[in-house]
């Protein structure tokens, strides 16, 4: 596996699985929010939460899709605590109700990750009139988590857990406007580049990050927010792009880099129920 194989100082290497990264870790009593589980990384990220006994919820867009993957996981793990709610992140109204509902629920929340995304969308707005991949990646993972703020906070204080709130970016936050975040041309389809507004939305999820764990050291509260490149894997994340959907298997393929979610899905479940992650915040 060449570099793949190197560990770094957390003994792990980019070649670890999610389940090896959770070895021995009891998440028992641990809820935790997964949002896009229907597919890909949240799928594997949601199987391997619930194998550590974390109650998992699965906040999906397709009820469908996401009841299918909690038959599967329950297949495999009888034992899984695990249930599926709605959530379209590209809608402020739906993210609302999520968040209302859960919240009405009563249950704790130690784990909330910020997973869901779309790529190189053409452009369309949301029913918000916001740029969708902004409105799906950032704006309504950013509402999400300050609505559900308080239920972390009065989690982990009744708990004394930690609570972690994880944000699934992309090495792509790199290739975005040359000028940044474009906060007054989010919208302005003119100069739209599929790829920069993609890069765009990952950059907001790790200042989204960055700005909340200061605020949360700043108020004393015990939450961490971190922010992660997941690495490249094989999903349905090139589901709009057919040139680096093709682009992308083909390098994979010819690198013989193991690049399947149960293979590669490491980094979220580190930094969401691993102990030794308190040492890299972000
Ligand atoms: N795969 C990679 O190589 C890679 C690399 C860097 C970063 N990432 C990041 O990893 C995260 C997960 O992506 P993935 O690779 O697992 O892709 P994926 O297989 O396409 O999964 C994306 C998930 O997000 C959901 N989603 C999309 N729009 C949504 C919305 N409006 N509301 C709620 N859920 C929505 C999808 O639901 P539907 O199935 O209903 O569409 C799906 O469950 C993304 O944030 C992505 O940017 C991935």
Known sequence: MGIFSWK????????????????????TGLTAIVTGA???????????????????????????????VKEAILKEIQSAKIDVMELDL?????????????????LPLNILINNAGVMATPFKLSQDNIELQFATNHIGHFLLTNLLLDTMKSTSQESNEEGRIVNVSSLAHKYGYREGIRFDKVD???????????????LANILHAKELTRRLKEEGVKITANSLHPGGIVTNISRYDGLSNCKLRVCWVYLHVKQFPRERLQHALWHSIHSSSLANPN
């Open 8 to 27: 770094g100082p957390s003994g792990f290497s980019a070649s670890s699985t999610a389940e090896e990264v959770t070895h021995g870790i009891d998440g």
């Open 90 to 106: 590209s809608s402020l109204a739906s993210v609302t109700k999520f968040a209302a509902d859960y919240n009405s629920k009563g």
């Open 188 to 202: 302005d389809t003119s100069r739209y580049n599929k790829y920069y507004a993609y890069g765009q939305s990952k």
């Open 38 to 68: 229907s597919s890909g990384l949240g799928q594997e990220t949601s199987r391997v939460l619930a194998l550590r006994g974390v109650h998992v919820v699965m906040a999906v867009r397709n009820m469908d899709a996401g009841n299918n």
